[in-house]
């Protein structure tokens, strides 16, 4: 009798037992992003860099220094919007490196290592989360631009591409997160890192000022930074100023360079992303 009812029991419990289905990396980062979604859901202050410091941005640069400077070609608010979606786009890096410090400092990523699923899945859906997180503010932006009056003048395939850029320079940008994330220990040293990196990488570009009146040296390291392919491609793509012949290389094929940085950016830093993000969750 004994037997029989321990048998039954454990039948009982075999019937009962969930069943799990494999998947696979692409469903597993997908889960990833749910969960980032979730949690800026139940957070939703964490959306005030996309929100808030954009328009704070346009209408601080526009309305105060955009009196005061003098852009070629087109109206400075014009001028101005491809300059604070190319930073914000740049600052995706504070983003996925603050919040992959945050979760290797809370423990959230050893009990991910816990669950059945690929190490990587949880950069993967990391960086797409951050990459639809940055897509809000370029929204915000967009939708803040014309209001103030700037407007895209070209055809729809070509304010398609722009946008396209923006989003692939941001996902270089995301790895040089991932990097700074793995390899920092604390959010506050991430942040304080990437505002001494990234914030003179930003100004000294053709975000927010024409580089022709900069001192040669100056100017030289603004026309080949990274940031300033991708604004001056955002402006040709836009119809937001006009080409420049006489620039360095970067600048008068902006489009093409900008799908190089930011092709090397990944090539690059996601090898050493991946490295330093193993050797952190090592056993």
């Known amino acids: 009798m004994t037997s029989e009812s321990t048998t039954s029991t454990a039948a009982a419990r075999t019937v009962n037992r969930p069943q799990i289905n494999p998947t696979n990396l692409w469903q597993q980062a997908g889960l990833m992003v749910w969960r980032n979604l979730i949690y800026t859901k139940r957070m939703p202050e964490m959306l005030s860099d996309v929100t808030v410091q954009p328009i704070m941005f346009v209408l601080l640069f526009a309305f105060v220094f955009g009196a005061a400077i003098d852009a070629p070609g087109a109206s400075y608010k014009e001028f101005l919007l491809p300059g604070i979606m190319g ?8 983003i996925v490196a603050s919040g ?18 690929q190490r990587s899945s949880v950069l993967v859906g990391r960086a797409l989360a951050s990459l639809l997180h940055s897509s809000i503010g370029i929204v915000v932006m967009a939708l803040t631009g014309l209001i103030i009056g700037w407007r895209i003048r070209t055809n729809v395939v070509d304010a398609v591409v722009g946008f396209a850029l923006v989003l692939l320079f941001g996902f270089g940008m ?3 997160g991932v990097l700074v994330g793995s390899w920092l220990r604390s959010v506050e040293a991430v942040n304080g890192f990437l505002f001494s990196t990234l914030f003179p990488l930003s100004f000294l570009s053709n975000a927010f000022v024409p580089t022709g009146p900069m001192p040669t040296v100056l100017r030289v390291i603004a026309e080949w930074n990274p940031m300033s392919s991708l604004v001056q491609a955002l402006r040709v793509s836009w119809g937001n100023g006009p080409d420049m012949p006489d620039a360095a290389l970067p600048l008068q094929h902006p489009v093409l360079s900008t ?3 930011s092709l090397a950016l990944t090539a690059v830093f996601a090898p050493f992303a991946l490295r330093a993000y193993t050797r952190r969750t090592a056993d």
């Open 259 to 261: 799908v190089i940085w």
């Open 174 to 176: 995301i790895w040089f």
């Open 100 to 117: 992959l410090t945050n979760d290797l400092e809370k423990g959230i990523i050893d009990r991910f290592r816990s669950l059945p699923i």
């Open 87 to 94: 930073q914000t786009m740049m600052f995706t890096a504070f």
